[in-house]
Each structure stands twice: as structure tokens, then as C-alpha cells.
């Protein structure tokens, strides 16, 4: 049986643990209020964007979306795994790094691993893919410090312009999307090429056909498809950035519930030895003293 300090000493540990945990929670709470009503403004934002793209995209020619919507042979793929900068959120990396895995075992198994390069955003990634034999592209860790559209474009324009240069012939997205403090879901989004381009559910442009849409394009219908083109990829990614940003603190949040409920346990189970082991004690130090007792009694 442990001594009374070493049972002292691990009860002030779990108890100094158990602040910490419940800490996290409460910032991860703060934060996860903010993120939330972030993913919330965007999601209706792309969800017009899109509806918008596909009134548009149903009467143009094909060559002027073909810059982005060349479907060619897949023999290079970029993924691009959105992860977080610290850890301490359960599964919330590890679902991630397991979607990949799941990803290229289920669509490009019959690429070598040269063939497959990895954009990482976040730490989490940039470190693991690290030690990987894929190929890293581009350096993203500084997204999460300072969030906003303007820090996650260039990772969207690096993977753009791979794609219309040859260096890819798909680009995949990989994160965890946000469905309430308690679950995410990893998705595994195309990004490039186009895929077609569905209305979501909800939007006012997908219960009105088409013949009520009435745009007046100025200056040339090709040219608002090429602007908005682009700007529809960069807010998808965006978008799965900010799903993942509210993923990873609703996810760290649970975790530190779990953690603090956990460490409340322990020290109940720790307290409980430390009466048993203590009562022991004293009980022992009576018995001593009583056969002390009684042998000094017994010599007289």
C-alpha cells in the first residue's frame, strides 16, 4: 500500500490537473462561441455564392469554365489536410490523419506515394506529414494564429495554380466539419477539378427555375464566370478552414469536460485510499501503543 504522502502528493497533482482541464474548457467555450457564429455568417455567404455559380454555369460554354473544370487522367494529387495547432481535442487530428489514409488507400492506391503531395494547415499536419513520404507543399502554420480570409488565400492560390499548371490533376480537401460541440465529421471535399455544381438545399435559387433568374451582366457574362470562379474555390477553402476551426475547439472542449470529469473521479478514488491508508496508521499506532502498555505493565 502507498504511504500517506506519495497518496498526499498524487491527490495535489490530480487536483492541479483537474484546474488546468477545467481551464481549457472554459477558454475552449469562449472560443468556440466565436467560431461558431463565424462558420454560421459564411455558410449562407457560399451558399449563395455557389447557387449564384450554377445559375450561371448552366448557359455558358464550356470553355470558359474549362480552366478549372479539366478533367484529366489522375496521376498527381495535392490533398489538403486542415488540421489544428495544438493538440490536448481527443480524435479531432488523429480523424484526420486517418481520413487521408482512407482516402488514398480508397481512390489512388495504385499511385506511389511521390505521386501524392499534401498541403498541411496547421501544426499538427505540417509536423506529421513531416515525417511522411509524401511531399509537402507550402508552409500554412501560421493560419489559426490570426484566422481571416486574407491568411488562408494564398494556400487557395498555390493550389490553384498548381492545378492549372499541370502539377496536379486533382486537389482534395480533408477536414472536420462542424456539426455541434459534440460532433464532427472528417469530409473529404473535391476542390479541383469542378464538380457539378449542385444548388443547396434552401437557397432561394433552388426552388425558382431558371427562367426567373434574370441577370444583367456587366461587363460580359465569360468574364463574371472567371472572377467568380476563382473566388468560389478560395471560399471553399476558407470555409472548410473555419469548419474545422470551430471543430477543433468544440472537439478540445468535450475533451476537457471528459478530462475534468475524469480527474473528479480519480480524486475521489484517491481520497478514499488516503482515509483507508491513514486509518490504518492510526490504528496500528494504537496497537502499538497498547502493547506497549501493556508490556511496561507486565515487567513491573
Known sequence: ?????????????????????????????AK??????????????AQRLT???????????????????????????????ITS????????????????????????????????????IGKKAHDYYGRRSYKRVGD????????????????????????????????????????NVATQVVQAEQLLPLVPTEVPAGTPSAT????SIDYIFEPSKEQI?????PQSLKIQLYKAVLESNASEHGARMTAMDKATDNAGELLKSLKLTYNRTR???????????????EALAASR
Do not use: C, W
Open 51 to 81: 447557387s449564384i455559380l450554377a445559375n450561371l454555369t448552366r448557359t455558358t460554354t464550356d470553355e470558359v469554365v474549362s480552366e478549372y473544370g479539366q478533367v484529366r487522367e489522375v496521376r498527381r494529387v495535392l490533398i489538403i489536410a
Open 140 to 179: 500554412y502554420t501560421h493560419v489559426f494564429g490570426k484566422l481571416s480570409f486574407d491568411t488562408v488565400r494564398p494556400a487557395a492560390e498555390e493550389a490553384m495554380r498548381g492545378f492549372t499548371e499541370g502539377s496536379y490533376d486533382q486537389v482534395v480537401m480533408v477536414y472536420n466539419e462542424f456539426k
Open 1 to 29: 500500500m502507498a504511504s500517506l504522502k506519495e497518496v498526499r502528493s498524487r491527490i495535489q497533482s490530480v487536483s492541479s490537473t483537474q484546474q488546468i482541464t477545467k481551464a481549457m474548457k472554459m477558454v475552449a467555450a
Open 208 to 211: 425558382a427555375p431558371d427562367a
Open 85 to 120: 495547432d495544438r493538440g490536448l481535442a481527443g480524435a479531432f487530428n488523429a480523424n484526420v490523419f486517418k481520413g487521408v489514409n482512407a482516402l488514398i488507400a480508397e481512390r489512388y492506391a495504385n499511385l506511389p506515394a511521390s505521386s501524392i503531395s499534401v498541403m498541411a
Open 225 to 229: 464566370i472567371q472572377t467568380l470562379i
Open 32 to 45: 468556440l462561441r466565436r467560431a461558431q457564429d463565424n462558420i454560421i455568417r459564411m455558410r449562407p455567404y
Open 279 to 293: 486509518q490504518a496508521a492510526i490504528t496500528t499506532e494504537i496497537l502499538e501503543i497498547v502493547g506497549g502498555a
